[in-house]
């Protein structure tokens, strides 16, 4: 590898002061991630507007031998778009490479570049009256390079699918330099093995999405919006099978949260306020759309709700009657990330398990934590729908977890070594010093019950040696074997992954 003066030389000849950044000043907020979790170095950024000038600098990194790290709106959460500590690496945003290209209404389809927003692509779908339905929290940034891949996914994959379930056709620049394109919008074509599902969900190890075809779905014109308060993660489960055999495709949400959710929703969130008169347990919130203005959609969902009730299997619902009253409901699922925020630093997973098993996880996972960690507080909510739990752990209640954290920050922290004690008190130390004994807790059971320990978000740097307990030696070693067909010289994101 070259010290890269001659390949920052070459990237500025090719792109111009605009497309190549080098200054330190200018770098910097490409070079640490959205939690502010990881931080690296860059030879430069460099920003190509074009797919040429994206096969352009691919060629010159190759010819130099130096690492590429894509970057498309830096929202993700695993450190998948962050360069190592070396500075060797070329960080390639693809911002300025964000048009809609096309959008064809008749067959449904858009063709939009890597940098494109999430929500400007949702605009244009907008526009002419048709939905493109991926939707997470971070859509005023993130890209659609990126939600390919981190193969996203949000709060409508129960009707939609994720990402990957988006796509009919990429453009990519492989590591060779060379432009693979199959934009052609077709919806059958089985010609030989789907390529574009290797790209997908790749985090950037395989080449570099320059564009995707992505298919457009009828706009909704009409939702309803209900609360369903139930007794424990299997009621709901049934619940949920209950209204997606009644309700088919017109079942767009169904997302669980406990009792401790709300309660800090409710504390930390102004204007919130809990629609039951006795607080429930779990609450699970539905949401049914119809694409006709008149369908009967309240009225069904009152009857089967009702029927429910009658038969136990649910302790009480509110249906919204207003899209205010549908957007209050919606904050208390909503506002959670924040409201645990709030209340202190803890410890995430974004899991997913088999959709049956979610009660068995839950009861096992929530009882050896609270025998390794007495009064740990498990803030879990989620996608039912698709088995996937924002299963994170906070600190008992009452501790000054702030306190603790900057003396961790600053090594004066007391972290004790070797295993935990059965009843260790963790509100002697911080909850954080111990995030690894957590997460074996958590990542065990998941594995135990046939789940994944990434369902939206990547592994990334964060992950990608914990992958391994998982993952068989037969399918590491495929993963392996694609890497080095595709990359021989380990220039694509290297260190993340695999
Ligand atoms: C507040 C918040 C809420 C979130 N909610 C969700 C959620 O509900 N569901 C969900 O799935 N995720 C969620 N995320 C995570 C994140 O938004 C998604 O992973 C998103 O898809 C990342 O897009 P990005 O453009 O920011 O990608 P980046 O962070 O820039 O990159 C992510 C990965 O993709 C690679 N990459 C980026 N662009 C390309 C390209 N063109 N070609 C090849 N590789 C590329 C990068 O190298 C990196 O490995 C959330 C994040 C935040 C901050």
Request: glycine share 10%; aromatic share 4%; charged share 20%.
């Amino acid at each position: 590898m070259s010290h890269g003066g001659g390949l920052a030389k070459s990237l500025m000849d090719l792109l111009g002061p605009n497309g190549w950044l080098a200054a330190p000043t200018d770098t910097a907020p490409y070079l640490t991630d959205w939690r502010g979790n990881y931080t690296g170095k860059a030879l430069g950024v460099a920003r190509p507007a074009t797919t040429e000038e994206v096969a352009a600098v691919v060629r010159l990194c190759s010819e130099y031998s130096h690492p590429i790290v894509p970057q498309g709106g830096n929202t993700g959460l695993v450190g998948g778009g962050i360069p190592d500590a070396s500075g060797n690496a070329v960080l390639l945003s693809t911002q300025r490479l964000s048009r809609i290209r096309t959008i064809d209404p008749a067959g449904n389809t858009i063709v939009a570049e890597a940098g494109c927003i999430l929500a400007t692509l949702q605009a244009a779908a907008l526009d002419q009256d048709r939905l493109f339905p991926l939707s997470l929290a971070a859509e005023g940034s993130c890209t659609v390079g990126g939600n390919l891949s981190t193969n996203a996914g949000g709060t409508q994959v129960v009707r939609y699918g994720n990402m990957r379930d988006q796509v009919l056709g990429l453009e990519v620049v492989l590591p060779s330099g060379d432009i693979w394109s199959s934009l052609k919008g077709l919806r059958k074509d089985n010609t030989g093995y789907d390529l574009k599902h290797l790209f997908i969900g790749a985090e950037g190890t395989l080449g570099i999405i320059t564009a995707a075809i992505l298919k457009l779905q009828p706009l909704p014109k009409m939702r309803v919006t209900a609360l369903v308060a139930v007794q424990s993660p299997a009621a709901a489960v049934a619940l949920f099978a209950n209204i997606r055999n009644v309700f088919g495709d017109r079942l767009e949400g169904f997302e669980i949260f406990s009792a401790l959710c709300l309660q800090l929703v409710l504390k930390h969130i102004p204007g919130t306020r809990d629609p039951f008169a006795t607080p429930a347990p779990w609450q699970v919130l539905i949401e049914l759309a119809d694409t006709q203005t008149d369908a009967p959609l309240g009225e069904s969902l009152e009857a089967v709700l009702g029927a429910a009730a009658e038969r136990g299997e649910i302790l009480g619902a509110v249906i919204a009657t207003s899209e205010a009253q549908a957007a209050e409901l919606w904050k208390l699922r909503e506002e959670i990330s924040e409201a645990q925020k709030r209340e202190g630093k803890s410890i995430k997973h974004d899991i997913s398990v088999p959709i049956a098993r979610l009660p068995e996880f839950i009861d096992k996972a929530d009882a050896a934590l609270q025998r390794a960690f007495p009064g740990i507080r498990i803030v879990n909510f989620g996608h039912i729908g698709d088995g996937n739990l924002h299963y994170n752990c906070s600190m008992p209640e009452g501790e000054d977890n702030l306190r603790i954290l900057s003396s961790a920050r600053s090594g004066r922290a007391s972290i004790p070594s070797g295993p935990p004690a059965a009843s260790s008190d963790i509100s002697q130390m911080s909850l954080l010093a111990r995030s690894d004994e957590v997460n074996r807790v958590v990542y065990d059971i998941v594995n135990e019950v046939g789940g994944s320990i990434s369902a939206e978000h990547g592994l990334g740097i964060l992950k990608r040696e914990e992958i391994l307990r998982h993952k068989s030696p037969v399918e590491m070693q495929l993963m392996r074997a694609v890497k080095q067909a595709l990359d021989p010289k380990n220039l694509m994101n290297p260190g993340k992954v695999l």
